[in-house]
């Protein structure tokens, strides 16, 4: 198997609501690859059933190395300390403590402090540690920067493709589109409990169409255009500023964000 | 070290730091005796013959009922679970570890009773003291089964202290520590039977073995174990 997972017509239903209808994934080893989607798309679902946290009931899952999984909702024992935590589930799982990894996430700061008295960050930082510490060949992140400061996340970054430099496959789940832009070598949006698209950034850029954002600061202002054609509409904005004698200072032209191209597939229209 | 060993020692450590432990299992039981023990040997001087055995069956039944089911709702009733579960730790390792935990403080403290209790209120030792802590033993498994099922069944940690009060105060009221089962109603007395107090009070003070004492501590405590493997597999199966 070169594929680091595997999905094959996963379906998943909560009495008689079907969340995941059919679902296919596919995720090539050493990759970043991102599941999005809007709340109640069935992300989570999918994930947990991945992870073999919750039942699915027909379908397939290939899974191809070791798990390493950080929980959005997932917490410890309130007097616990850092370094015991890690510990802990190190000898649970035979695996010698990563000292540099700990160094890596600033989790080793943490050591003598107790979980209650860790902020968002730190614990988060913690169970990325704790998801780690089997030195996992697929890493599962759900929200891995919810609750970190600037810095931390910027590290925190660093260390994902630090993971994605020593062969690790990483899913991640996030709501954050720029960190998905930055991060991802794939995405897959599910929608109403299917996958809507999958491919890279630059595929669902393709895939929503050639879509411009057009904006031009000139002595009068900044205005800005939409814009399907991007040499017709430009040549025509600039004819326009011509006629009307409009020294133009700056032209800056995007294909759209990721979350406008995100949304634009994820609720079925534009905005 | 293993990983189950380790877990042991680290949850002695999180009961000493949560204090709910040192409270329930501790400092309650000793106060308990302070008070009631001096009344008790000064009412009745005939109690000093079961002080060791009213102040540990006390002990034990607050230690078991207060203490254990905050601890276990802490990890079945919030995300502390699922850590365990993505990490690879089977669920029931909480429910071992806290309840050894458990079992090994209630064991101390009532280790401490029978140390002091002869030396500040002149109580009579029993005379079998090899029976006297197996049944000691015995009633710390089996308050520790039930304590589980509350720990397991409640649907928070704040939920267990509601359930907790009502089988402790039965529990200590009509096991007969307080009262002679003599003196309380017939309706009572049948209802203390249901409790595992009464009938580990009654085991402790006997001088020999007496098997109708222990059986129903038996039985207690296999039909408590099937409701705890009922509700583990409960919480094990998301569905």
Redesign the interface.
């Known amino acids: 198997m070169t594929d680091a997972l595997q999905v094959k017509g996963l379906r998943k239903s909560y009495g008689k609501k079907e969340v995941l209808k059919g679902v296919d994934l596919c995720i090539r080893k050493g990759d970043i690859f991102a599941l999005l989607g809007v709340n109640g798309a069935g992300k989570t679902t999918m994930l947990e059933c991945i992870e073999g946290l919750r039942r699915y009931d027909s379908g397939s899952i290939a899974i191809s190395g070791r798990m390493g999984i950080q929980l959005q909702s997932a917490s410890l024992p309130a007097y616990i300390k850092g370094i015991e935590a890690v510990r802990l589930f190190a000898k649970w799982n035979k695996a010698t403590v990563n000292t540099s990894m700990l160094v890596s996430l600033g989790v080793n700061d943490l050591s003598g402090k107790q979980y209650r008295e860790m902020s968002t960050g730190q614990k988060r930082r913690l169970h990325l540690a704790l998801a780690l510490i089997s030195d996992p060949d697929i890493v599962f992140l759900d929200e891995p920067t919810a609750g970190l400061d600037v810095e931390g996340r910027i590290s925190l970054h660093e260390y994902i493709r630090t993971l994605k430099a020593q062969g690790k496959t990483i899913l991640l789940a996030s709501h954050d589109m720029a960190e998905v832009e930055s991060l991802c070598d794939s995405i897959a949006i599910l929608k109403d409990g299917q996958i809507a698209f999958e491919g890279t950034v630059n595929e669902l850029t393709e895939a929503v169409g050639k879509h411009y954002n057009i904006c031009i600061k000139t002595s009068q202002g900044t205005e800005t255009f939409e814009a399907d054609n991007i040499g017709d509409s430009l040549i025509s904005i600039l004819k326009g500023y011509q006629e009307k004698s409009v020294d133009i200072h700056d032209i800056q032209v995007d294909r759209g964000s990721l979350e406008q191209h995100f949304v634009k597939i994820a609720r079925g229209s534009r905005e | 070290?293993?990983?189950f060993l380790?877990?042991i020692a680290?949850q002695w450590?999180?009961d000493l730091?949560?204090k709910t432990m040192l409270i329930t299992c501790y400092a309650v039981p000793l106060l308990f005796f302070a008070v009631m023990g001096g009344i008790f040997t000064s009412v009745m001087p005939e109690s000093r013959y079961t002080l060791i055995q009213s102040m540990t069956v006390f002990s034990v039944t607050m230690g078991a009922l207060i203490g254990l089911p905050p601890s276990l709702a802490?990890?079945y009733r919030?995300?502390?679970k699922?850590?365990y579960?993505?990490?690879?730790?089977p669920l029931s390792?909480g429910l071992f570890l806290t309840n050894i935990s458990a079992f090994v403080h209630l064991l101390i403290m009532s280790f401490i009773l029978y140390v002091i209790a002869p030396v500040v209120f002149d109580a009579k030792i029993p005379v079998h003291p090899g029976t006297y802590f197996a049944g000691v033993t015995i009633l710390i498994a089996v308050s520790l089964s039930i304590a589980s099922v509350i720990g397991l069944a409640a649907k928070s940690a704040a939920n267990t202290s509601m359930i907790s009060i009502l089988l402790f105060l039965p529990s200590t009221m009509l096991s007969g520590i307080m009262f002679p089962n003599n003196m309380l109603p017939k309706a009572f007395v049948m209802a203390g039977k249901l409790f595992p107090a009464t009938w580990g009070y009654a085991f402790l003070t006997e001088s020999t073995f007496i098997w109708n004492n222990l059986w129903p501590l038996l039985v207690i405590f296999v039909i408590a174990a099937l409701l705890c493997a009922f509700l583990m597999k409960r919480i094990e199966?998301?569905?």
């Open positions: 070290m293993n990983g380790y877990g680290l450590k999180l730091r949560s802490e990890i919030s995300d502390v699922n850590a579960q993505a990490n690879g730790v390792f199966t998301r569905q």
